[in-house]
Each structure stands twice: as structure tokens, then as C-alpha cells.
């Protein structure tokens, strides 16, 4: 960075950053001493005696006295630094100093430590000294392997070190219940983690002498909703009292539990691994009252020294079974406890002897007694140990050996009289129930027997200052609430679970309604700002010894476990400090925090007790931001006027030449009663830290290169500033304005609401700048760059937030709210608006309220021009062609872009509120709108409406969501999304006219005068296109367009027009009309999704139609055309019917298939053919489950009518003619049996008039016939019995089928005419080619494109390939026709019949469909395969019909193909176009059949071989008999029965590859492969295929006879038949008869006369002489 700098003096950067001052005390005559190094100074941390600095580089000095060093020097001044030459090969990245001891953080986390080590605080095993720095590992014995913790930060205390690891975890090692660490052994050489913070977000740590600190992140939220305990886990007190006082209650939540362990969310206090449960201890039922007079030295175990242990609940239970209810507060530690009842005094419990007291105290703090208390061995019950070492007060208590005492009568005492008590027994009986802690902690002070008193004692500067306690216990009382408990107070008396206690007073004014819904700390902070910027919401916890009160929670006690300190968890602490026994807390709004020992006035206040955090007194407008601690002094770093940092000193004054004076001698030293600003601190330069230990201080500073650093500073500072601004605000402005009763009837709901989002925007804007300052300051004290700054990395984070703030100002102020609020700031402000005027920054006179407030809300936004003014001033520290320049430009410019967009956004607000106030009362209500903006309004006449009346008032209102059309009493509001806006040209009318077109209307404008009406124009264009675009809530909107697009995206609710009243369209639009995609929802829970056209529903489209009667809905998905139902489409009804086919006109209409109830409902039934206005007319099948029945043939009005088919499931077979729904007129009936009847017919299966009828035999009776089919007929007529030689007229007889039913062309014809019609022909074979390519080219772009759309219609991959493919207009369809233009025509059907978007396709499929409807099921009648035949050949002609239209030049039936002079490929048979063999080629004759067979009759051929396979029965069971028998002889036998000459039969046969001789008990060896072959006649579908396989079979014979035999034989007939007969029967094909049949049916006319015919008579005759063969 600073290579671009344009500073001349780079080289000297040793000069110009991170140069050291070092200095002692606060008199005028000090004057700091300048380190002179080589490198600038990063960090230094200050021991007692001795310093540690880190440089840039890495390397790391020391200076002062290290008696621990002894061979090398022992003393070093400060101005004369040396290198640690230990740590040279390692990059440090972070020091630490304790009193006697120093650390270092290596960049990989490494620690090292060097230094003192008697009580192990370097974490080094059997070294008393380290002289150098050393290793230390940090291992977790959780993992295994265990593994290596990585370290962020190290605090050295006396005796003690921390170290806070990456996963945000505090390891302790050393000496001391600073440590944390739940053991009993000290000192402690290896790193342990601190259980008690496990799971906890630990962000900083620091070390006192003898006490810790550390800063938390608050739990977040989810976390800290669990239900929490009302009491502590460990001392079993309750977390919550209360009192209640004759006018109001006191709730008091300030709980401390004397051993620091508080309750955790689980209920238990975490503990280690394999460590045991902390014990709870229960005095015993009959422990006599403890008397006042028992001796402190009373020699013996005490009978009160229970065994008893409850290990389960950990609770400490009362005489009479009662928990006891105690509250912390400071402790009485002398003197006389009075509790005053009812004006009675009663004088209670003085201690015996102060001295004993003291004595304890002074020992309980050593903890050289840790390893005798570990060696002593435990005798049982009566043994009492040694109560004053520290190690005793652990979780690991050892059982049974824990003094308890517990005062009984003070507890009966209490608990009878505190319910009834005022305040004052309050605080008087947490001092008794802290004088029974004190008891169990030190059980000398209660008068239990303990050790004798003349034990050695611990360090001489370890004493109880006992005045101090007693101004303690005077104003820690709940009742004494002072100015920091005044939030506590308010969170008290609204703790959940606690009012069913509460006296009716104090419900009666808690049940007043109150607008403080909203918290004014977001919680969590900003989402998108996560990690990048600092927690502010924070938690002080601390740990160790308390005698000074440096703990902070307001006693004097020890804590063995890190324990919060409540009253700073909402005041977001940055930063804490700790000094050798007092503490310091910086929070970011600049103030500091103080508590702890105060005997050189170090805590910059006066105020007593020390043991609670208080603020120390610094004159208004100084902002600290640094802080360091020493010995007995405190040094801050803060903001004074200008932004040049300056330094405040508090604590002891050090005199030139009396330094070396022992610390307890304080004679000599003078005392600061607040913090004094240091004279010199201008003369050092811009200051960027200060540290504090023993009796020095230290500064970095940096001179200002280029001005880069002062701006630095000075963004720093504006932050800061900034922040303490909003505070200030929030804490004095809109904390008390909540807080008014009178605000909830001064605001309606929707101004709460709006009031509500303003402070709640406030607070995220005030959090994030709190953020923003902390980060800044901690950027200062370290990096001091500019390229981590958040601002510029993420702008989006701010630039939405005041975006967002702005427009809550805006709503709130536009709904009138900050005139509303004007009333109950008056009785708030009234006496006072001297506050409100000095926060707006307003020296106006006699301004009105609510204007002070508009402007007092609005101040944020100068803060934008701060942001950019400061970036800019950054940015002129490099060169203009830089890249950082370019950087700090941009962010620049994005904040003047906001500023200047939210200075027009307020104007706009403004204007829109002023319009309101002026505006007919009655409209306001209804239009009036948080988020509408005025933009212009025509109240000069400046816009008139066409062709009003002459006293018609027509107002126009302009707004950023709608243009108002405002009349006499009514208005109309059209939203702007759905406008459109053209000038109508002028030449012509000499009009400036404007026409405005909105869905349901359209009408224009008159403007005045050119001018107005181009005004008009751009404003409702801009208008309309920030509608669409939110342009409006974004930055400059410079990039306007014009106009906006004609075609958008908008939803509308129609009002007028009578088919879409009240329904809401959602979609794209162009000109006023829904067009393209969209959906409208009417109010009767209709609902269309799919395409528009001129806003009419035009395409695909889905619509759903609840039924009225049914619960259920109607659902159409399908094609529309100009608003209904037009093209194919699938209607599924409420009434469970299923309609799928073509509509027109929202009726049914062409071909479709209805489905009418389930196979298990009333009456299943399937009908499919054609439609004429909703009722099946034309030709069509219908199948009626229930009776069993299928017709098929003609209809009318939905009545069979016409000739038609029916069969039934028990064999029935009628032809002939139906009407008005009967059988009526002339039919056919044939019963299963073959007993036929022919005749008239008058009702269903009523016969009636003439006829004939035939019985199986022959028989028949012709005559006059009446009566229901099989339940009896009359016959009036004559009886014959042909005799025996009448064969001739017998044959006569027989019943030809097929005349009376609808013919094979009538039928299907509304299906191959849609197939034209898609193809754009009026009638078959009338249209245009040209025409028709370009509408199947068309019919596939849109499907595909709807496919794309609605994934619901999926294609496979192949098919999506197929579809580009076919996409394309093939140029086969003009010109002559080659054999190889006739192969890719073949090609491309092939393809388009397997293509559903295809019209052939289309075609193919629906064919498919009515074939498989018509002849499956009932429909398999062995009758109606005479019908299925025809009715396969007139698909193939009238297919081949359409291929002919779409390639004219294709020969037509029949016709040839030229064929080229080589290449004698068949390109006929699709599947055997491989095989080149030398045989006719029927490919070169187009045929109808061997162009669309191979793709028709695969579709087909279930239902057809069905039929076939039904006909030829009783043939195949003769034929399939034979089979059965013959197979059963050897291959020779067989060969022999058939008599196949000698010289055919094989010799010898291929077994596995092997030549095997045949012998007479060979069996299926002979002719195996042609036998295999021939089998194969049964997979294939089309004749060809199937003569393909006949003459494959024809030359594996061959092949096999050719290899005995010479090469030049030649077959005859007469050689070949018996043969091929023993293939034929050994290939054992079971339907023989229907392959033969379905051959000769199908088989191409042309092929009948070749080689393929005479193969063809072969087989069929081997069928018929098997079906004869005698077997004798």
C-alpha cells in the first residue's frame, strides 16, 4: 500500500509508523522517552518490571529486568531493547506480558512462553525459570489422537496465563482460581480448557494479578428462549425475589452464586471428561442454632460437619426442608448486621473477633496449602481439614468433608417476615444470606471450629479492605436502585411467570397498552453483516480472586468459575482490560467502564462501592477507544476535539527517583480523583494504541504520511462520533417516547405499525454503525490499511440499510405520523426542547415540534456525505491512476449516489405530505398510502379530459404506484404497472392530446400547451417505469429509459368487464391487454394458467372450475382460441368423467374418447369416436362394462343410429341396422354355437318380422320370428332340413359378415381428416405442399416450446433429438423419386410416426388407440377379424394417401422406382436391409404396404393375432396334436416317416462345436439351425419379415444338404417338401395356422407370383399336409 503513496520518504517507514513512547506517571514535567528500533513497533505488552515488543517483521524484543535470565544481562533499559534470538525463526504475530513472565503467539498458533514459572504459569513442568522463549503445546485430550489447538490470543497474569484458541475457547494453565479450571491440584503445567465458557463465543481474554476477564458473545437468541431454571444449579438459591412494597413490587434478578458456576441452559454445570459431578451439601436436620459466642478457635470437629451427600440435585436445604432464597450483594465482612422490623431493632450475629476474619480472608487466597491439602489422608466423617485453601472451594469437592453451617433461626426469621417486609429487609436479609455464604466459604467466621489461626498467610498486599465493604453493603441493596440499575428495573417488573405474585396495583398500571413492542437492539444484529463486522452484543464474564472487588459482581468473594457480570450485558463492551486489581471495560459508544481496587483513584471515579462496574468521569464529548491498565494506574486513548487522539492518565503518580520503592509503600504517590488529559499526547503524533503494566505506559504512534493517516483517524473518529449520536438518540429521544402512555391513543394502528418499523429500522442502522465504529477502531489499532475496510467491500450492507431507513422515515412521515407524534414529545419535551433542538442540529427559533423531529430522523442521511467526503479525502492519498484510488472513488461515488437519491426521496415525502394536508378530507383516507409519492397533480387545469362536460371536474393525480382520476365525490385509481401513455400526433387536431390506455379503459387527455403535456408525458413514462422496475427504491435511476417497454409483467383486478369482473390477472400484458403467459384467479375459485392472446386465452392453457353441487373441481388442460376451448385437450369432470380429444367452441367437437366412471362405480363405460357439438355423432366404439356389450358403428345425437356392430362377453355377434338407440331394421345375429338368425329386428335382441334362422347343422327355419334372443321365440314359418346331397345350396347358406356393418373407409374418417386439416387441407388431398410442411415445421416448434414450459409433458432424450431432427422441412419431398430418395422417405415416417408432435405422429397414435379400443376386451370376437383385416388395409391406404400429399412425385400404388444400374441393396424391409441376397426386389414397386406396414402392424399386432389366433382354434389344436406325436420319433425315424431321400440326411451334426456322428437315437441334431431359424417367425410383425424368415429357412437347408452333396444341385419340389417339413415340424411354432393366415391377409400383392410366394404355398402346404398327416 504504501508503495503507492506518493511520499518521497518511503525508506524511512521505521520513522513514520509505529514509533514507541514510553513514559511513567502524570505530571507536568514527564516527558516520554522515544524507542529508538529498526522496524516499526506492532504491539508491546508490559509486565511489572519488564516490557515485550513485537515489530514489524515478526521479531520480538524485550526491555526492563528478567531476573530470569541469569547468565545473560539481567537488565535492560527501556530505550535499549534486545532481541529474543529464541524466537528468529519464527514470525510472531502477538505478545504477551504477566507480571514476571512474558509469551508470544506465533503465526501458525503456536505458543511460546519464558519467564518466572514457580507456579507453572509458562506451562512448563520442572522449571522454576524459563530464560528463553519455549514451546508450549496446547493439546486437546478430547480427539484422538489428541490434537493441537490452534491460538488466537495470550493474557499473562501473576501466576496464570490464558490462551484463547481459533474454536473460541479459553485454556488456562499456571496457579490460582484465576484459572477457572475445575481441580484442586495447582500449580496446573499443562493448558486445560476452561470447562465452564465451553460452547460459549469467547472473543477476548485478559489477565489481572490474580483475577481474569473475558469478553463473550451473547448466546444467540433461539438459544436463550429455552425455558430457564428459577433456580441456581449450585447454591440452590432462587434467581428471582421479589418484594412487594404497599405502592409497587420489587423484582430483583441479580443472582450471583458464590461459586461462579451459574446454572447452564441443561440444568448442570458442564464438567470435563471423567470428572466427577460437583456435590451438593444438605446441613443436617438436628444442627443445633449456632450460637454468637462460639470461639473462632474452638478446638474439634463441630457436630454440625455433615456426611450426608445428595448427589442428584445439588442443593443446599434449610432446617425446615424450605430452599433457601438468597440474593448477592456485598458482603458485611465486620461490624454488625441490624434488621429493622416494624421499627423493632434487633441486633444479630456480630462477628466474633474482626482479626479472625482478616485471618482467614488473607489465607483463603494462598494456595501454597494445594499439596499438603492433596496429601492429607481423610479419617472419615469427624476429620476436619483445613478450610482456608482455595482448592477446597472447587466443583471436586471431596465428599464428606465439606464444613456446612446454615443459621437456621436467621432463615425462620426471614422467610416468615420477608413477603411482608419493605425494602430495606430485603437488602438486609441478602446480607444475612451472604453472611451464610460466608459461613460455608469460611467456617472460622461463623464460629465453626477450624484450623487454628496462626497458619502461615499468603502475600502481604492480599487484604480485605473492610471500610469499603461496608459502603458496599449500604448501596447494593435491591431497593438503591442508582442510574445504571434503571434498565434493570424496567427488564425486572416484566419478568415472564412472575405478575400471579404481583399486588393488583402494580398489574393495574402494568395492563396499560403500551406501543414498545420493538427492541431497540436488533437481535443478532444484520443478517448479511455476519462475521465481517464485530458483536456488539457482548457479556463480560470474570473469574478469580475478588478481595478488591476487581471481579465486578459487586462482593468481594472469589469466584472458582468464570461467572457474567450482569449489569454490563446490554452496554456492548469492545474491549476489557484488566489491571493488577482492577478492571476495565470499553464499550462502543466510547465510554469506560471501571471497577476493582481504587486506592490511586485507577478507576477515573470517585464513586463507591468498587465492586460494581461504574463509568468513569470524563467531560462530555471525550470518546475513549483505547484502554490499558497497569499496576495501580489507568491510560486512555480517546477522541478530543479536533481527531488527532488524546491520552487521559488516572491512578497513582510516580515521582522521578523514588521508582524503585516497594508497591505497598504509598507514601510517595499522589492520586487522580478523575482521568487527566496528558499535556504532551499532541506532540507524539496520531497514537494508535497505549498499553499499561507496573508502574509504566507505552504509546504507539504514527506520523501523518500524505495525510493518509489523519483521514484514517479522522473516518475512525466520524464513526464514532456518529455512533454516540444515534446512542444518544435512541437512549434519550426514542426510549422515552415508547415509553409514553399517551402515545398509544395519539397514534391509529397503522401508524403504530408504520412507528414500529421506523425504530426498528433505526436500531438495525444504529447497531450497524456501532459495528462499523468498533471495526474501524480495531482496524486502527492494528493494520491502519484501508483495503479490509468493510464500507468498501461490502457498500451493499450500508446502502441497504439507510435505503431502508430512509424509506421508513419517508412512510411515517407522509401517514402524518410525525404530527401525530408532535402531541404526547409536548408533554414530554415541552419543558425541555432545548434537548431535541441540540440532537437535530437546529438553531432555528420557534420551530414546530414535529418539524424538529422530521429533522432529527432524517440527520442519518448527512452521514452518507460524511462517508463520501472521507473516501474521497483517502483516495487523494495515491495516485489517480492507482488502483486503490480507483477503489476508494467508487465507494465514493455509491454513497453521494444514496445521499443525493434519499435527499429526493425526502423532497418527495415532504411534498406527498403537504398534498394530503391540503386535500379533500374523505379521499385522503383511501388513498393516502405509506409507500405513495406525489409526483405532479393537475389541480391548475393544466390537464383536462377529453370531451367533459362543461362543469365536470376532472382532477388528474400523479403517484409513484397510480394515476388518480379524481371527480365530484368519486375517484378511480389506475396503477401504473397497467398503463399506458401515447401523445397523440398534433398535427392534424392541433391537440396536445394524450391518449392513456388502461385494461378496461381508454380515454385522453388535454394538456394546455406543449409544454404540459411533454411534462406529463415524461413523468407518467418514468412514473410507469419505476413501477416495473422498483427503480424507485434503488440508487440514481440515471439510466431511465424513455419510455417503458409496451410488453410487461403486471397483475390487475378487472372491475368492468363482465367475463373477468372481480377476477385478478397475473402475467405479461402488451398494449392494455393480457398477452403471452399469465393466469387469472376469479372470486368463484375459477382459475386459468396458460397463454393470451389479445387478452383472450389463446393457446395452451390449464383452467380449473369448481362444481357447484360436487365438492370437487372441474379441470381442462389443452388448446384455446380466442377465449375457449379450441383444439386437443384433456377434460377431466367433478363427476369423475374423463374427456380427452378435440374441442371447439368449449364443446366437444372432432374426434375424443370419453371415460365415464370406474371399473368399480355404477356404470363404467368407455366411448371413443367423433363429436359434433358436444354429442357423439359420426362413426365411434363404445364399450359398456357393465352389460358386457361393445358397439361399433354409427351414431346421432348421441344415439346409435345407422348401421353397426355389436358383440358380447358371451359370444353374441350382431350386425346390421340401429335407431333411436335399438336395434331396429334389418341385422345379422350369430350366437357363439354358430346358430345364426337374419332378419328384422325391432328392440335389443328382439326379434321381429321375417328372418331365417340357421342352427349349427344346417337346419333352418324361415318365417315370421318374435321374442327376445334366449329366453324363447315364436316362429310363425317352415322348417328345412337340407338332405345330404343339397351340398350345393348348403354352401349357398353360409352367412357372409361384414355387409352390414359400417365399412372400413366410413370409419375413423374424423381422425384422418383433423390429420389434414393440422397439415392446413380443407378436405383430404385439397392444399398446398408448400403449406403443409411449414405447419408440421410449426406444430413442432410450439410443442416443443410448450414441452419446455410445462415439464409435466416430458420427452425422452431420443425423442427431444428426434424433434430437432424432424423440425426440419426434408428436401425428399420434390423431385423424381430414386431408390435412394424412396429410403429416406421411408426414413423420415419411421421417425415422424414414432413422434406424438407430429400430425402423423398424432395420427399414428390415435389409430392405435381406437383399433386397440375397438378389438380388445369384448371386442376380440373371432367374427370381426374379416373387419380388423379391412380395416388395416384402409389405414394403409388412406396413410398412404397423406405421404403422397406431402411427396407428390412418390409412384403411386403400385408404380415403379427406376432402378440405378448397381446396387442391388433391398431398401424395402426396414428390418432386413442388411441381408444382400439374390432374390426379387419387391422394393423397386412403391406399395402402400411396404412402406407403412413395418411401422404400422408393430402397434397393431396384439389385437390382430389375437383375432387370427381365435379364428384358426380348432385348425391349430389339430395341427398342434400332430406336432406333438410326430416329435416324439428320433431325427432318422422322422426322416424316414417323411420319407426324405437317403441321400438329405445328415451324417453327421455339429454338437457344442463338435462333430457328432447322427445315430438312430439322435434327436432335434438334424437341421438344426434352419429349425432355429424358422422359429424365429413368430417375433417378427410384418409379412415381409416373416417371408424374410421362410426363405432364410429355405437356404439354411440348403447350406446343410449343399455340404454332403455337389455344388451344382439344384432343388426340386418333390426333393424339398419333405424337407422342409421336417423343419417345419420340429421348429414346433404353435400358432402356425394364424401366421399363415395373417401372411396371406397382409401379404404384398406384388411379391405373391415371386420367390417369396412359391416359399410361402411351401409352408402353408406343410400346414395343412401336418394338419392331415395319418400316423400309422
Not at 464485530?534 to 464474564?541: C, D, G, M, Y
Not at 403504530?752 to 421506523?758: A, C, D, E, K
Not at 407428390?1448 to 444400374?1461: K, N, Q, R, V
Amino acid at each position: 500500500m504504501e508503495s503507492q503513496r506518493k511520499s518521497s520518504g518511503e525508506e524511512d517507514s521505521s520513522g513514520e509508523r509505529g514509533s514507541l513512547h514510553t513514559w511513567k506517571g502524570y505530571s507536568y514535567s514527564v516527558t516520554p522517552e522515544r524507542v529508538l528500533l529498526s522496524r516499526p513497533v506492532l504491539q508491546a505488552a508490559l509486565g511489572t518490571r519488564h516490557g515485550v515488543l513485537l515489530v514489524e517483521g515478526g521479531q520480538v524484543y524485550s526491555f526492563g529486568e528478567f531476573p530470569w535470565k541469569q547468565s545473560q544481562v539481567s537488565e535492560v533499559g527501556p530505550l535499549k531493547p534486545v532481541l529474543e534470538s529464541a524466537l528468529s525463526g519464527q514470525r510472531v504475530v502477538a505478545v504477551a506480558a504477566g507480571s514476571f513472565h512474558s509469551g508470544a503467539l506465533t503465526e501458525d498458533g503456536g505458543v511460546h512462553m519464558w519467564g518466572e514459572n514457580s507456579f507453572g504459569q509458562c506451562g512448563l513442568s520442572s522449571l522454576t525459570v524459563v530464560p528463553n522463549p519455549t514451546p508450549v503445546a496446547i493439546m486437546d485430550p478430547d480427539t484422538s489422537p489428541p490434537h493441537t489447538i490452534r491460538v488466537m490470543e495470550l493474557a499473562c497474569g501473576e501466576q496464570h496465563s490464558l490462551a484463547l484458541s481459533a474454536q473460541h475457547e479459553v485454556w488456562a494453565w499456571g496457579s490460582g482460581c484465576q484459572l477457572g479450571l475445575v481441580t484442586t491440584i495447582f500449580p496446573v503445567w499443562k493448558p486445560q480448557k476452561v470447562e465452564h465458557l465451553v460452547g460459549r463465543h469467547v472473543l477476548q481474554v485478559a489477565c489481572g494479578a490474580f483475577h481474569s476477564l473475558a469478553l463473550v458473545r451473547c448466546l444467540p437468541p433461539q438459544e436463550s428462549r429455552r425455558p430457564l431454571p428459577d433456580k441456581c444449579g449450585q447454591c440452590n438459591q432462587l434467581l428471582y425475589t421479589m418484594t412487594d412494597k404497599e405502592d409497587h413490587v420489587i423484582i430483583s434478578d441479580s443472582h450471583y452464586c458464590p461459586l461462579g458456576v451459574e446454572l447452564l441452559a441443561e440444568g448442570e454445570a458442564r464438567l470435563g471428561p471423567g470428572r466427577s459431578p460437583p456435590l451438593g451439601l444438605l446441613s443436617s436436620p438436628s444442627e443445633p442454632l449456632l450460637s454468637s459466642h462460639t470461639s473462632a478457635s474452638a478446638p474439634g470437629p463441630h457436630p454440625s460437619i455433615t456426611e450426608h451427600t445428595d448427589y442428584e440435585r445439588g442443593r443446599t436445604v434449610a432446617q425446615n426442608g424450605e430452599v433457601l432464597t438468597t440474593t448477592d450483594a456485598d458482603i458485611s465482612a465486620s461490624g454488625t448486621t441490624l434488621i429493622e422490623v416494624w421499627g423493632c431493632r434487633v441486633s444479630e450475629l456480630p462477628y466474633p473477633d474482626d482479626q479472625a476474619v482478616k485471618e482467614y480472608l488473607k489465607k483463603l487466597s494462598d494456595t501454597s496449602l494445594a499439596e499438603e491439602t492433596a496429601k492429607m489422608t481423610i479419617a472419615g466423617a469427624s476429620f476436619q481439614p483445613p478450610a482456608d485453601s482455595l482448592d477446597l472451594l472447587t466443583s471436586d469437592l471431596i465428599p464428606g468433608v465439606m464444613p456446612v453451617t446454615t443459621s437456621s433461626a436467621l432463615n425462620n426469621l426471614v422467610s416468615s417476615c420477608a413477603s411482608a417486609v419493605g425494602e430495606r429487609v430485603v437488602s438486609t436479609y441478602e446480607a444475612l444470606s451472604l453472611k451464610k455464604m460466608i459461613n460455608y466459604y469460611y467456617p472460622g467466621v461463623g464460629g465453626v471450629a477450624g484450623v487454628p489461626g496462626g497458619l502461615p498467610g499468603g502475600p502481604a498486599e492480599v487484604r480485605v479492605r473492610l471500610e469499603e465493604s461496608m459502603q458496599g453493603k449500604k448501596s447494593c441493596s435491591t431497593g438503591d436502585i442508582r442510574e445504571e440499575e434503571a434498565e434493570g428495573l424496567s427488564r425486572r417488573l416484566s419478568l415472564p411467570g412472575l405478575l400471579s405474585q404481583v399486588s393488583p396495583r402494580l398489574l393495574r398500571r402494568a395492563s396499560r397498552p403500551r406501543v414498545r413492542a420493538v427492541p431497540l437492539t436488533p437481535v443478532g444484529g444484520l443478517p448479511e453483516a455476519g462475521e465481517l463486522l464485530p458483536s456488539l452484543q457482548t457479556e463480560v464474564w470474570s473469574w478469580g480472586r475478588g478481595e478488591e472487588g476487581q471481579l465486578g459482581h459487586g462482593d468481594n468473594l472469589p469466584r472458582l468459575q468464570p461467572l457474567c457480570v450482569k449489569c454490563l450485558s446490554s452496554k456492548e463492551v469492545v474491549l476489557v482490560a484488566a489491571g493488577a486489581h482492577h478492571s476495565l471495560a470499553l464499550t462502543a459508544q466510547s465510554q469506560v467502564f471501571s471497577w476493582g481496587s481504587n486506592s490511586s483513584g485507577q478507576l477515573g471515579h470517585m464513586a463507591s462501592p468498587t465492586t460494581i462496574p461504574r463509568l468513569a468521569k470524563l467531560s462530555e464529548g471525550i470518546r475513549v477507544w483505547d484502554v490499558g491498565a497497569g499496576a495501580q494506574h489507568t491510560l486512555l486513548l480517546a477522541d478530543g476535539d479536533c481527531y488527532q487522539p488524546i491520552l487521559y492518565y488516572s491512578g497513582q503518580q510516580v515521582r522521578e527517583g523514588v521508582q524503585d520503592t516497594p508497591q505497598d509503600q504509598t507514601e510517595g504517590y499522589s492520586y487522580t480523583q478523575q482521568p487527566v488529559l496528558l499535556p504532551f499526547c499532541m506532540n507524539l503524533g496520531y497514537v494508535s494504541g497505549v498499553f499499561a503494566g507496573g508502574q509504566s505506559c507505552v504509546a504507539l504512534a504514527d506520523r501523518n504520511v500524505m495525510g493518509f493517516i489523519a483521514s484514517l483517524h479522522e473516518l475512525a473518529t466520524a464513526e464514532r462520533k456518529f455512533y454516540c449520536k444515534l446512542s444518544s438518540v435512541k437512549n434519550h429521544i426514542l426510549r422515552p417516547l415508547l415509553d409514553l402512555e399517551s402515545l398509544s391513543t395519539a397514534l391509529d394502528p397503522a401508524s403504530t405499525v408504520l412507528l414500529r418499523s421506523l425504530v426498528r429500522c433505526y436500531s438495525r442502522l444504529c447497531h450497524l454503525t456501532g459495528q462499523h465504529s468498533a471495526s474501524l477502531t480495531a482496524n486502527l489499532r492494528r493494520r491502519r490499511e484501508f483495503k479490509s475496510l468493510v464500507m468498501l467491500e461490502h457498500a451493499s450492507i450500508f446502502l441497504d440499510t439507510y435505503n431502508e431507513y430512509c424509506c421508513s422515515v419517508g412512510n411515517f412521515l407522509v401517514m402524518g405520523g410525525f404530527q401525530a407524534l408532535a402531541k404526547p414529545s409536548l408533554e414530554f419535551f415541552g419543558k425541555c426542547p432545548e434537548l431535541l433542538q441540540r440532537l437535530a442540529e437546529s438553531s432555528e427559533e420557534n420551530i414546530p415540534l414535529s418539524d424538529l423531529l422530521v429533522t432529527l430522523f432524517y440527520l442519518p442521511m448527512r452521514h452518507l456525505h460524511e462517508y463520501g467526503r472521507l473516501l474521497l479525502k483517502l483516495g487523494t492519498c495515491f495516485e489517480v491512476s492507482s488502483v486503490d484510488y480507483q477503489k476508494l472513488q467508487d465507494g465514493c461515488s455509491k454513497f453521494e449516489a444514496l445521499a443525493l437519491h434519499l435527499k429526493r426521496r425526502r423532497k418527495e415525502a415532504e411534498y406527498t405530505y403537504h398534498f394530503w394536508k391540503s386535500f379533500p378530507g374523505k379521499m385522503t383516507d383511501s388513498l393516502r398510502k405509506p409507500r405513495r409519492r406525489l409526483i405532479c397533480e393537475s389541480s391548475n387545469k393544466a390537464l383536462t379530459l377529453q370531451n367533459s362536460g362543461r362543469f365536470s371536474v376532472n382532477w388528474f393525480i400523479l403517484f409513484n404506484d397510480a394515476l388518480v382520476h379524481a371527480q365530484f365525490s368519486t375517484h378511480h385509481v389506475f396503477p401504473l404497472a397497467t398503463l399506458w401513455v401515447e401523445p397523440i400526433p398534433e398535427e392534424n387536431t392541433g391537440l396536445h392530446g394524450l391518449k392513456l390506455i388502461s385494461p378496461e379503459e381508454t380515454f385522453t387527455l388535454l394538456a394546455c400547451s406543449s409544454m404540459e403535456k411533454a411534462k406529463w408525458l415524461r413523468s407518467i413514462n418514468q412514473a410507469v417505469d419505476q413501477a416495473m422496475t422498483g427503480a424507485g427504491q434503488s440508487g440514481s435511476g440515471a439510466g431511465q429509459r424513455a419510455e417503458p417497454p409496451i410488453s410487461r409483467t403486471a397483475s390487475y383486478t378487472f372491475y368492468k368487464d363482465s367475463r373477468l369482473k372481480e377476477a385478478t390477472y397475473e402475467g405479461r400484458w402488451l398494449a392494455g391487454k393480457p398477452n403471452g403467459r399469465g393466469m387469472v384467479k376469479w372470486l368463484d375459485g375459477r382459475i386459468y394458467t396458460g397463454t393470451f392472446k389479445n387478452g383472450l386465452e389463446d393457446g395452451f392453457g390449464d383452467y380449473v372450475m369448481p362444481s357447484k353441487t360436487l365438492n370437487l373441481n372441474d379441470h381442462y388442460q389443452g388448446h384455446w382460441k380466442e377465449g375457449k376451448m379450441h383444439g386437443i385437450g384433456t377434460y377431466k369432470y367433478a363427476t369423475g368423467e374423463l374427456y380427452e380429444g378435440s374441442f371447439q367452441d368449449n364443446m366437444r367437437h372432432g374426434h375424443g374418447m370419453l371415460r365415464s366412471g370406474t371399473l368399480n362405480s355404477s356404470s363404467p363405460s368407455v366411448f371413443i369416436g367423433q363429436w359434433v357439438h358436444d354429442k357423439k355423432t359420426g362413426y365411434g366404439v363404445f364399450d359398456d362394462i357393465t352389460r358386457g356389450e361393445k358397439y361399433m358403428g354409427m351414431w346421432q345425437d348421441d344415439q346409435r343410429q345407422g348401421t353397426g356392430v355389436i358383440v358380447t362377453q358371451f359370444g353374441l355377434y350382431y350386425e346390421g341396422a340401429f335407431n333411436n338407440n335399438k336395434m331396429q331394421g334389418t341385422g345379422v345375429l350369430l350366437s357363439e354355437d354358430n346358430t345364426t338368425y337374419e332378419g328384422e329386428f325391432s328392440e335389443d335382441w328382439t326379434l321381429n318380422g321375417k328372418g331365417v334362422l340357421t342352427m349349427p347343422n344346417g337346419d333352418y327355419f324361415e318365417g315370421s320370428f318374435t321374442g327376445e334372443w334366449g329366453s324363447g321365440l315364436k316362429v310363425t314359418g317352415s322348417f328345412f332340413k337340407p338332405n345330404l346331397y343339397d351340398s350345393d345350396g348348403d354352401k349357398g347358406r353360409a352367412v357372409k359378415l361384414g355387409r352390414l356393418a359400417v365399412p372400413p373407409e366410413e370409419k375413423w374418417r374424423v381422425v384422418f381428416e383433423e390429420c389434414w386439416m393440422r397439415l392446413g387441407c380443407e378436405a383430404p388431398g385439397q392444399g398446398e405442399n408448400q403449406r403443409a410442411w411449414e405447419n408440421i415445421a410449426v406444430a413442432l416448434t410450439t410443442s416443443r416450446r410448450q414441452h419446455r414450459d410445462s415439464p409435466e409433458m416430458n420427452l425422452s432424450r431420443t425423442q427431444n433429438r428426434m424433434l430437432e431432427s424432424l423440425e426440419f422441412i426434408p428436401q425428399q419431398h420434390v423431385g423424381p423419386v430414386t431408390m435412394e430418395k424412396y429410403d429416406s422417405i421411408r426414413r423420415y415416417l419411421v421417425k415422424a410416426c414414432d413422434m406424438p408432435l407430429h400430425p402423423l405422429g398424432r395420427l399414428m397414435e390415435t389409430l392405435v388407440a381406437v383399433y386397440r379400443m375397438t378389438y380388445v376386451g369384448v371386442g376380440a370376437n373371432r367374427r370381426l377379424l374379416l373387419q380388423a383385416v379391412n380395416e388395416i388395409m384402409s389405414y394403409l391406404a388412406r396413410i398412404f394417401q397423406l405421404v403422397r400429399f406431402l411427396f407428390p412425385d412418390l409412384p403411386e400404388e403400385g408404380g415403379a422406382i427406376p432402378e440405378p444400374s448397381s446396387d442391388p441393396q433391398d431398401k424395402k424391409d426396414s428390418n432386413c436391409a442388411d441381408t444382400q441376397l439374390e432374390s426379387p426386389k419387391p422394393g423397386r414397386v412403391v406399395s402402400s404396404s411396404a412402406l407403412l406396414l413395418p411401422v404400422l402392424l408393430p402397434r397393431l399386432y396384439p389385437p390382430l393375432f389375437t383375432l387370427y389366433a381365435l379364428e384358426k382354434e380348432k385348425e391349430d389344436d389339430v395341427y398342434w396334436e400332430c406336432v406333438l406325436r410326430l416329435n416324439k420319433q428320433p431325427d432318422v425315424a422322422l426322416l424316414a416317416f417323411l420319407g426324405v431321400q437317403h441321400k438329405f440326411w445328415p451324417v453327421s451334426v455339429p454338437v457344442l462345436g463338435e462333430k457328432t456322428e447322427v445315430v438312430s437315437s439322435t434327436k432335434d441334431a438334424c437341421f438344426a439351425s434352419a429349425t432355429e431359424t424358422l422359429q424365429q417367425i413368430s417375433t417378427t410383425f410384418t409379412p415381409s419379415d416373416k417371408l424374410q424368415v421362410i426363405q432364410l429357412t429355405f437356404e439354411e437347408i440348403t447350406k446343410e444338404v449343399m455340404s454332403s452333396l455337389e455344388d451344382n444341385f439344384l432343388w426340386s419340389m418333390d426333393d424339398l417338401f419333405p424337407v422342409f417339413l421336417y423343419v417345419v415340424l420340429r421348429a414346433r411354432i404353435r400358432n402356425l395356422g394364424s401366421e399363415v393366415s395373417l401372411i396371406e391377409d397382409l401379404m404384398d400383392p406384388c411379391v405373391q407370383h415371386g420367390e417369396h410366394g412359391i416359399m410361402f404355398t411351401t409352408l402353408k402346404a406343410c400346414y395343412y399336409q401336418i394338419q392331415h398327416e395319418k400316423t400309422t
